[in-house]
Each structure stands twice: as structure tokens, then as C-alpha cells.
């Protein structure tokens, strides 16, 4: 069993995308080696990658405002406590629409994680 | 993709766990066929089994305080904000220690859920 508080976790590379940290919180390194859980933190007006992908993502939000869009393009809006599902093959980012960090956990199957 | 809050989401069958809620937060019924989040919530002296199971929990405290003990019979003292690995096979539970709820998510993978 590990324990571990978030201040404890490193960052991890997330060079090319401005204004996103990324922490893996719990993963492979731990010895979690089918689901691994992030968190990214975004400045005010920072996105995720607009992309797809064959996995899906269980997301909590955790601080601040933010939206995500959906396959449609729709822009759905979100605030801490809320809880996302992105099935695999969606189209989707997020984006910090708040005037401070907008922080959320992101959970991914292994191979959803480098 | 789908957006929720958790007083959205029903209670789900925990009859023969004193003490104990559940509720299945991102699962089979959202289209997450491979990884479910649950949210449990523990009375004051609440606890789950003692158990051990062939997943992994990936758990991170959202209220409270308790414990968490481990395979060699340890107690690691838990609070709002810890993240816990609990490896596949590692017997352990989890115990609220304190004088409110101790709340957490508790992510498995799909076979971990019913």
C-alpha cells in the first residue's frame, strides 16, 4: 500500500503544452499497472490537446472553472466536484475559463499513459 | 460524454455493511466498461471488509479522517487530499477514525465492480 500526498508527486514533461502541469499521481512507478491516475493543473486560458483517442477518461475537477468540449463541439462547463466520462474515440479538451488554476484528476487505462 | 454531479448519482446495494454508502459515480451504466469510480462514505467507527481481491484500488480521500490498513497489518492514518494504491491481492481496509463522514473514491477496474 502507498499513501502519498499531491505536494509529494513531481512533475512530468508536458513541454509543448503552454500553461498545463502534470503530475502522475499514481502509476506504473508505484507498481499500478492497469489504470493510472494524473493531475493537470491549467493556467487561466490553458487547454488540453484538442484530440481522440482509444481510451477512455474518468475526470473529477478538483479546483476552478473550466469547460470541456465535446465530440459535437458543444462546450460543456464545469466546476470543482464535478465528474466528467469520456468514452474512447471522443474528441474532446479542456479549458480554464476561470480567472485562476483550473485543476482536475484525469484516471486512464495504462495504455492511456506513455 | 457525460457531465455529473454526485448528488445526481443513486445509492447503490451496500445492505450488510454497517455503516457504509456507495455509490457508483462512473461505471457500466455511463458506458465505462473499463474502469469504475465509486464514492463510499463511512459513518464515525464505519469500516469496509478486510479483504483482499484480485484489482487494484486507486483511492484518494475527499473528507474526513481515517485509516487504511495494510497487508502486513499496519494502520496508515488517512485525511482529505491522501491518494492510496492498494495493489491486486494486498488484504486491507479502510476505517473512519474520526467524529464526521470519512468520504473517498475508490477507482477499480470494471471486474472490481459487481
Do not use: W
Not at 502541469?21 to 487561466?44: C, M, N, Q, W
Not at 487547454?47 to 473550466?66: D, I, N, S
Amino acid at each position: 500500500m502507498i499513501v502519498k500526498q499531491l505536494n509529494a508527486v513531481p512533475y512530468a514533461e508536458t513541454s509543448g503544452y503552454a500553461g498545463v502541469t502534470k503530475r502522475i499521481v499514481i502509476g506504473p512507478a508505484d507498481g499500478s499497472d492497469e489504470i493510472v491516475l494524473r493531475y493537470f493543473s491549467l493556467e487561466p486560458g490553458g487547454t488540453t490537446p484538442h484530440h481522440a483517442h482509444g481510451f477512455p477518461h474518468l475526470v473529477k475537477v478538483e479546483v476552478g472553472e473550466g469547460v470541456a468540449t465535446d465530440g459535437a463541439g458543444r462546450e460543456r462547463p464545469l466546476r470543482a466536484g464535478d465528474y466528467i466520462f469520456v468514452p474512447a474515440d471522443e474528441r474532446h479538451f479542456f479549458r480554464n475559463t476561470g480567472a485562476g488554476p483550473f485543476e482536475f484528476i484525469c484516471i486512464v487505462p495504462r495504455r492511456g499513459e506513455g
